[in-house]
């Protein structure tokens, strides 16, 4: 890993290389994926049978083989005790995100006038689980969880099934989290069908769930049609340590974002140069044992850094400069700093802390926004599978009020159908 020092010369131009992420798609990415969703929007399933194929390596003949009708009974089978896991995980993902839930409202002003806004979930949503290389039954739960909890009646879940491979875990996971229809499809043609509907599989309102370029590339090409999550770049872990946690805790918090992928980021910020000397030293003692040396060694090379700062505070400012999507308070009085952090995604405070928690059986989502979105973004929650309808109910009083302050402005605009429109209910003097 990289040592950079705060206080030293060039340190904003390393550090902004150290950030840069490249978000956008190769073009051959791009031509790939719109060839792919056009060709499922004009040719449905017979499309759809063709992609999976060639790409999972099946043999699809009828498009109705894509839907798993009986996925609960398949992962009923997995070992006692990562059941009881899986429903402790998602008992405590629902409470909190029973606490997210929003109610409709409405006023009465004087004159009669009411004005509220109408809350309501979606309809259908379509829940995108990756495949092949790893299972990922926290995915589901994050994903499903919050739309059933939000009052979602349909949650459409698409998993590839290379082939013909599915993890019973991932099949389990969905059952707990409520998943009513799931269906063995993947890649750019899983996100067209979700988007568009075939014969066999229904068009949703929204699309959420993490996928590689090709998934990330379908769902920002099909974004208006549909709704979507976000476009979720890498992992990333900014760690704020005073010099007084274990640092084979530390090391080891660093390496679970960075066995994510080789693009993951893990930083440490911390104002105790011998503190950091003992985490690279932790880090070189671990890694050897960590089945996903290769990868972590690969992400904390290009992307990791241990950065040696004056004091907390000035941690702080980094972390809001950065806008991480996950950042550990490891520090003293970690509740004496929250009040300074504006943008993360999750903010886990104290040693005990540790971020693999958050992922997995906290409570609080584990879809976070990425690559500085912190900013202006938030953590995937009940809120996104739910939509807002204004109301306005105007008395005739009201009516009179407005009708005037309203043809003013539309005169103003040039508007005058539109002032026309509300002066008809000013009475006539």
């Known amino acids: 890993m990289r040592r950079l020092d705060a206080g030293a010369a060039g340190f904003e131009a390393e550090l902004s290389t150290l950030l840069a992420w490249d978000d956008d798609s190769r073009p051959e990415v791009v031509e790939t994926v719109r ?3 056009t060709d499922v929007r004009r040719r449905g399933d017979a499309a759809l ?9 099946r043999a699809i003949v009828d498009a109705r083989e894509l839907e798993l009708q009986d996925f609960a009974a398949l992962g009923a089978g997995i070992a006692p005790e990562l059941a009881d896991a899986l429903r402790a995980a998602a008992a405590r993902v629902r409470s909190y995100h029973e606490h997210q839930k929003a ?3 409405q006023y009465r002003e004087a004159d009669g006038t009411v004005l509220g806004q109408q809350l309501r979930p979606l309809d259908r949503v379509g829940i995108y689980v990756p495949g092949g290389k ?3 039954p926290s995915s589901v739960l994050m994903n499903a969880i919050p739309a059933k909890v939000a009052g979602v009646e349909d949650v459409v879940m698409v998993v590839p099934a290379p082939d013909n491979a599915l993890e019973p875990v991932v099949l389990a996971a969905a059952a707990i989290a409520g998943v009513d229809r799931l269906f063995t499809i993947g890649g750019a043609q899983a996100i067209a069908a979700l988007t568009y509907g075939t014969a066999t599989v229904p068009a949703v309102d929204k699309i959420v769930g993490p996928g590689n370029i090709y998934v990330a590339t379908a769902k920002s090409m099909v974004f208006g049609r549909v709704g979507i ?3 979720a770049g890498p992992s990333e872990i900014l760690i704020v340590c005073d010099g007084g946690t274990d640092p084979d805790w530390i090391a080891m918090d660093l390496f679970s974002q960075a066995e994510h992928d080789e693009q993951a980021q893990s930083i440490l910020l911390c104002p105790d140069a011998a503190f950091l000397d003992a985490v690279a030293a932790s880090v070189e003692r671990l890694l050897p044992d960590m089945p996903r040396a290769d990868i972590i060694r690969q992400a904390l090379a290009a992307r990791g850094a241990l950065v040696k ?3 907390i505070a000035e941690a702080i400012a980094l972390a809001n400069r950065i806008a991480p999507e996950h950042l550990e308070l490891s520090v003293a009085e970690p509740r004496r700093w ?13 040693r005990y802390t540790a971020e ?3 992922d997995y059986c906290a409570g609080p989502n584990h879809v976070l926004p990425t690559a500085g979105s912190a900013r202006f973004s938030s953590p995937l929650g009940v809120y996104d599978f739910q939509k807002r309808s204004s109301i306005i109910e105007c008395s005739a009083a009201g009516a009179a009020e407005l009708g005037r302050v309203a043809g003013t402005l539309a005169r103003g605009e040039g508007l005058v159908a539109h002032a026309r429109s509300a002066e008809y209910r000013v009475p006539k003097s």
Do not use: C, K, Q
């Open 35 to 37: 060839g792919i969703v």
């Open 49 to 57: 049978i063709e992609y999976t194929n060639r790409f999972d390596r």
């Open 103 to 105: 109610e409709s409202w």
């Open 134 to 136: 790893a299972a990922y």
């Open 229 to 231: 999550d976000m476009i």
């Open 309 to 311: 700062v004056a004091n």
């Open 338 to 350: 929250l009040p300074d952090i504006r943008h993360a995604g999750a903010i886990f405070l104290g």
């Open 356 to 358: 693999a928690l958050g």
